[in-house]
Every structure is written in C-alpha cells, then in structure tokens.
C-alpha cells in the first residue's frame, strides 16, 4: 500500500507531505468537513493505529503492522516457505511454460501479476522507503526485505483462495476477490459468520478505494505537479485526473488505459535501471551500505528508537507497500484462466518480491550510498534532527524529495523523471482501486450497469475532492479502511488456510508425478 | 484424408483474398489437397491489462472468436468448398508469423501462403511485418502474394 505511505502515523505524515498542506490552504468548507470528519471517525482511526500497550525500546509500535507480520510468519511456516520452495516454479508460469496454448487469448499468469503490481508499485516504493530510512536508518531496510520475504506467503494464500472462489457468470465474465472466499469458503468448512465479514470486508474496501485509491494519490499527484510547474489549485488537477479517469472506467476509453499499463511497466523498469547504475557507479560502497543495513538492524547505528526503531520502520514499510494480507490482491489476480487455483497463488507471491525485496531495497541502497543522510564521521552514527526523531540530511528533505536528492546525485535530470512516475503511478493506482472498489460495491448493492455507473461516477467525483481539499482526517480514515480490510481478510485466512493446504499439497504432487506437464520445453 | 495441406493466412482484407485465390488454384493443380485458412488474431499474453479487462477478458474472447469466424473464416471457407477443395478454418489468439508456422509444421503443410501487406508505420519497418518474419523464420516454404 505503498500509496498510503502516510497512513495518519503522526511523524511519517508531518515529515513526508509538507509540499501537500502547503499546496492546499483551503480553509472554511474543507476546515469544517474535516472537523466533522475528524469528530466522527476518529475513534476508528485511533483503533487501527493504536499503539500496543507497551513500548519497545522506548518506541511505540501499532498493533496492526504486528498484525500483518505475524500473519506473514503463520503463513510462511504453515505452508513450509513456500515462497522459496515455489520460486522458481513461480518465474516458469509466469513465463507461460504451463499455459495450455489452446487457451490462448485468455488472461495469462503475467498479465494478472503485471496488473496487479501495477496496483501496488508506487508512490510507498520511492517515498515510503525514504521515510522507513529517513526514521529507521539503513537498517530498516533489512527488516523491510525480511518483512516482505513474509508477506510472499500471505499474497500466495489470498490469491489461491481468490481464484479457487471466484464467481463465474454465464457471460464469461468474473468476479473474485475476498468477499467471495469468505462466504463460499466459509459455508464449504461450515463455518458461521462468513456473509458477514464478506459484507464488512466490502464496506472497508469502498472506504479505501475512494480514500487511499484516490483522494490521496489525487493528493500527491497534485503536489507533484504544482512542485514543478509552481502552485495552481488543486480542483484543476483534479477535473483533469477524473475526467481521463471517468473516460477509462465509465467511457470505456480503452487506449488510455492501455497507454497507462504500459508507461507505468515502463517507468518502473527506468526507475530501477536508474538505482543500479547509480549503483554500478558506486559500486566500492556497495559493500559499505550492505554493512550499515546489517550493522543498523541489530544495532541501529544511533537512530531513534535503536535497532528496533530501524525494525518497527521496516516493518511498517513493507507491510503498506505490497498490500500482503490486505485481500485487494486475491481481486486482481482471480481473473486469470487456469483450472489450478494454486498457480495463481504462487505466481502472485512473486508480487512482494518485486515491490518490496527488489524495488524498495534499490530505494534503500541509493538513498543509503548517495551520502544524502549525514553522519557522523567520529562515532560513524547518524546525526539526529534537533527533534531526535529523524536522520538529517543534506538539504533538509524527507520522503519523495529525499529519494530525488539521491538519484540526483546520479542523474541531476531524474527529479523530472521521478515527478511523471509519481503522476503515472497516481493515475494507474486509481484504475486498480475503482475496480477493487466497483467489485465490492457490486458484491453488496448486485451486479448491473446503473449500479456500476453510479459507484465509477462518485469515484470520479471524489478525485476533484481529494485533489482540491486538505482533507487529512479522510485521509487518515481511508488508510484506516485499508488496513481494516487486512483485520477482516487475515482473519478469514486463518479459517481458510486448510483448504490452501489442500490444494497445494495435491497440485506440488501431481506437479511431481509429471501428471501436470510443461507446454512448452 | 489428403496427402497435402496448403496453409493460407487470412488478415481480413485484400491481401488475404489474394492468398486465398492463389492456393486455391495451387491446391486444384496438385489436386489431392486440403486448404487450411487460418485466422490469427493478434495477442501476447505478455502485454498489460487493467483489472476490469482481465475480468472480461474471457467473454471478449468469445467474441472474437465468434466474430473472426463469421466474418472472414465462414466466407473463405465456404469459396473454397464451393470451388471443390477439402477445406479446414481455423481462428486463433497470438502471433501471426507463429501460429501460421505452428500449424503448416503440425500438418506437414507443403506451404504457406500470405499476402504482402504495404509496409506502413514504424512498426512495420523495425520488425519486418509478418510476411518479413515468415520468410525468414518459417519451416516450410512460403508464398508471398504481392
């Protein structure tokens, strides 16, 4: 959820979006409905976010990402880690070698990955990293790898359960995700209660698909481009973002969208292509930064809060980034065609690996080598802020702006370059969500193409929203949302995950057997 | 049963007219030959998607199918059997160059026949267009109707 890299955590969000509250001083309409907002549905925020009881070396760490973490860890032991036994098996689906080519034109094991990374990789990879380091030092990083290694396995049973449940309609067309397995698969085991957390799954997903799938990617898009082109309000950039979206989701504008899911593929790469050679070039310190990851995460070379300060910023970091145990996943991959439920499962735990593992840690590595957070060269510690809470840096900056000062050290043009990814990214993030959103609006008003309307239009109407309002109690209650969907989806995991077991058992053995063969040699 | 197959590429115009034509008389000359017209319609299963178009993916190829097969294989096929010949349709998703080569080596085909398509776009220059890509690459013999 790396879009929601500001989730109402206090510090996080007054350090990384300083450019957004400055863009929008609009007071009076929006003052009063974040007062009302605020007043309303604090107490949620505040239940989500509440810190446990007790503090860990003098840092508060929020339930919640303990949550996600602990659910990654059940996951991995249950199924016998299997994001390392299925890895590479993973990479040869993903490269069609089992696809039936009888089946040809159908949704294809990448196509479902590709769409659904493009939901996740965003804005949490370039400034979520930052703060995570910016916080937790370098040292953060290797509990955000160890963070995300886990949560391989809470995608890979989500997935499977959103393939295995999904519905297919007589016209061809499906509709998977969370709310399905919870009442099928509740109902199959004879379980109690599985309507209703299918239906408190969906309340959470709309909240979070309007919230965080949108009026703060609207945010920060707008930020972004005002940070270039200088301030203009924010209701522009916010006509023009639904408008193109309104064009894709209610016009049908394929070639928009179609455009999208190929520049945003295509920036990633760029994005990363651009970390290894800032890496290549430096290449004598990349032993030094390895060094600082391992000495920070056991020690935390002075940073607030010691190692485990680096370890709750880790944490945090991956677990909003790849969107593991949120269920938003188990959506997008269950349209893919396959008759084993597994594959998808195991094609989708490639989906941390490469949000997390790979593209964060190349943030991590190129904020940490540049020299951008300032140390101090007798005890080798970093310098702290006068505040105590945070690394210094060279000009002052947090967030997306410290992830740009590093790449600048390599590539004095790549701030642009950053600028339209973050635009990019925004836009095909909201793509995702409308559906995720639309499918959990169906699930609960039915199926039908007024209903649908309705739900794609008031999704466009809260983009003007977020991008004109300073709205941050919304914010922070859509954040909320989204990490409240995890509380339900981890829960109906637990339930679930025997039959999991049971098909991945069966599948790995007829794998095995040389039952299920290769299509390609 | 034949002993010989002549693979033809249909593109739904002109040009796969022109191919259609010229097998035909090619398979009347060898006389005991079956024709096999082949639709293809472009895909790549690692091109990108939004979520709504994967969910729908399966109904728009239904659709596809459907529509390649009452537009441009039933009328080609029907020319051909009305001219005497054993004929087979097939449509298929993927590759153009491939699929046309996949099937002339899976029946034993004594060729392929495309017709040339101008050259247009800059795609077209890079990578040579099917017929390009066919004459290089394909493992039996290829007709080029201009």
Same mark, same amino acid.
């Given at each position: 959820m790396n879009k929601f890299?500001?989730? !109402?955590l206090g510090a996080a969000v007054a350090s990384v979006l300083p450019a957004i509250a400055s863009a929008q001083d609009t007071v009076g309409l929006d003052q009063r409905i974040n007062d009302v907002f605020a007043g309303s549905t604090g107490w949620f925020v505040n239940l989500i976010f509440a810190p446990l009881p007790f503090e860990i070396a003098g840092s508060s760490f929020p339930w919640i990402v303990l949550w996600l973490v602990v659910g990654a860890t059940v996951f991995t032991f249950y199924f016998g880690f299997i994001q390392l036994k299925a890895f590479g098996h993973a990479i040869s689906l993903v490269k069609g070698d089992?696809?039936?080519? *009888?089946?040809?034109g159908e949704v294809s094991h990448f196509q479902a990955l590709a769409t659904a990374l493009s939901g996740t990789v965003g804005l949490g990879n370039i400034a979520g990293v930052a703060v995570a380091v910016g916080i937790g030092g370098p040292g953060a990083t290797f509990w955000m790898i160890l963070a995300g290694l886990l949560g391989m396995a809470s995608k890979f049973t989500e997935c499977t359960l959103g393939v295995k449940y999904r519905n297919e309609y007589p016209d061809g067309t499906v509709s998977g995700g969370p709310m399905y397995y919870m009442t099928k698969g509740f109902k199959e085991r004879g379980l109690p209660l599985g309507g209703f957390l299918a239906v408190v799954f969906s309340i959470f997903t709309i909240g979070g698909a309007l919230g965080g799938g949108n009026m703060f990617q609207a945010n920060q898009a707008h930020a972004q481009i005002s940070g270039i082109v200088g301030d203009f309000p924010g209701w522009i950039t916010g006509i023009v973002f639904a408008l193109v979206v309104f064009a894709v989701i209610v016009g049908g504008i394929k070639s928009i969208a179609q455009v999208t899911e190929k520049v945003v593929p295509f920036m990633g790469i760029l994005y990363v292509a651009a970390a290894l050679v800032i890496l290549i070039v430096e290449y004598d310190k990349i032993g030094w930064a390895f060094g600082q990851i391992f000495d920070g995460a056991f020690?935390?070379? !002075? @940073?607030?809060?010691g190692f485990v300060g680096a370890l709750i910023q880790g944490f945090k970091r991956a677990a909003f980034s790849? *969107?593991? !145990? @949120?269920?938003s996943a188990a959506i997008a991959h269950s349209a893919v065609r396959t008759k084993e439920p597994v594959t998808e499962g195991v094609v989708s735990l490639l989906e941390p690996f490469i949000d997390t593992v790979v593209i964060c840690t190349m943030t991590a590595l190129v904020i940490t080598i540049s020299g951008v957070l300032l140390v101090?060269?007798?005890? !080798?510690n970093f310098v702290l802020n006068e505040a105590g809470t945070s690394i210094q840096t060279i000009d002052g900056s947090s967030g997306v702006q410290l992830t740009s000062a590093a790449f600048a050290t390599g590539f004095s043009w790549f701030p642009y370059v950053l600028a339209v990814a973050v635009v990019l990214f925004a836009f095909s993030t909201m793509i995702s969500w409308s559906y995720y959103g639309l499918k959990a609006w169906t699930y609960l008003v039915g199926e039908g193409k007024t209903k649908e309307i309705v739900f794609k239009v008031i999704f466009c109407l809260f983009i003007i929203v977020g991008a004109a309002a300073n709205l941050g109690s919304v914010i922070d209650f859509s954040d909320a949302m989204i990490f409240a969907m995890a509380v339900v989806n981890i829960t109906a995991l637990y339930f679930l995950m025997p039959i999991v077991k049971r098909e991945m058992n069966s599948y790995f053995a007829r794998l095995k057997s040389g039952e299920l063969k290769k299509f390609v040699d | 049963m034949t002993t010989s197959t002549i693979v033809v590429g249909l593109d739904g115009g002109e040009a796969g007219n022109r191919a259609l034509a010229f097998a035909t008389t090619q398979a009347k000359l060898i006389g005991d030959c079956t024709l096999k017209i082949v639709y293809v319609i472009e895909w790549s299963p690692f091109s990108f998607q939004t979520p709504e178009e994967n969910a729908e993916r399966h109904k728009r190829r239904e659709e596809e199918l459907s529509m390649a097969r009452e537009r441009i294989i039933e009328p080609a096929v029907k020319a051909a059997t009305d001219m005497g010949l054993p004929v087979d349709g097939v449509v298929k998703h993927g590759d153009v160059a491939d699929i046309l080569d996949d099937i002339a080596k899976k029946n034993k085909a004594l060729q392929i026949v495309v017709g040339r398509v101008g050259l247009r776009g800059l795609k077209e220059r890079m990578f040579g267009g099917v017929t390009g890509r066919l004459a290089i690459g394909s493992s039996v013999p290829v007709t080029i109707i201009p």
């Open positions: 890299f500001t989730t !109402g089992y696809s039936d080519p *009888e089946d040809a020690t935390g070379l !002075g @940073v607030a809060g790849n *969107e593991a !145990g @949120v269920g101090d060269p007798t005890t !080798g | -």
